[in-house]
């Protein structure tokens, strides 16, 4: 089944505490996102990468990092997690070409809450 | 950054009845997507729009891509308890990235 999944689903950590999310999708993909989701807001970029070793930053980066050494795997990372960062996230991947690209698949979400 | 608008931003219909929601830009898109999301879930794509005056149906969803091109409009037809979620729209300034803005969301709620 193609799918994007993430873990953990749920986590509740402290300020300072260094975490990461992972994010695998088995669709082949050269395309995969972080959103995060908040109330009002919709979804926010928070990086992007268009192929192995290749990221880039989105709409809200401050205090987060991404890593894409292997072409299925996308983890983000938050060094020292802040009460600012308690959020909704998702990984999404697509194509990077052709019209389906536009399909990007997102993962079931990941709850943090940082305290 | 950009930013998207939609209206309403949340609605309460009876099953069977018809459904119009739209989202607005200051700006111009190239693309425009409508996405449902349900509760616990990722969003999923629903409809695609790549020009101008486009109007594209899934089933009982029809959405438009505006003239101006700085809106869209998603309608729902004669609506089911499982359309209830929130629906988002997603646009794309540019043709060949892959970075969308997403709207706020509109939260639809079906009354049986």
């Known amino acids: 089944e193609a799918q994007v999944t993430q873990n953990p689903r749920y986590l509740i950590t402290v300020t300072g505490k260094k975490l990461t999310v992972t994010c695998s999708q088995n669709m082949n993909h050269e395309y995969m996102s972080w959103y995060r989701q908040d109330p009002g807001l919709g979804l926010r970029q928070i990086y992007y990468?268009?192929?192995?070793?290749?990221?880039d930053k989105g709409d809200v980066p401050e205090g987060y990092k991404v890593s894409r050494k292997e072409k299925r795997n996308f983890p983000l990372i938050l060094e020292s997690p802040s009460p600012n960062q308690t959020s909704l996230y998702f990984c999404a991947s697509s194509p990077s070409s052709g019209r389906r690209r536009e399909t990007q698949y997102f993962g079931p979400g990941t709850r943090l809450l940082v305290l | 950054g950009q930013q998207l608008n939609q209206s309403p931003q949340s609605m309460f219909i009876q099953e069977g009845e018809d459904v119009s929601m739209n989202c607005t830009s200051s700006s111009i898109f190239n693309t425009w997507l409508w996405y449902k999301q349900e509760p616990g879930e990722g969003p999923v794509l629903l409809i695609a729009l790549y020009k101008a005056g486009e109007l594209t149906s899934n089933g009982r969803l029809t959405a438009q891509f505006g003239i101006t091109r700085k809106d869209s409009f998603l309608n729902i037809s004669a609506s089911i308890p499982s359309d209830v979620g929130i629906y988002f729209c997603?646009?794309?300034?540019?043709?060949?990235?892959?970075?969308?803005?997403f709207g706020p969301g509109t939260r639809l709620s079906v009354l049986p």
């Open positions: 990468s268009m192929n192995v070793e290749v990221t």
């Open positions: 997603a646009g794309r300034a540019d043709n060949y990235g892959q970075n969308f803005v």
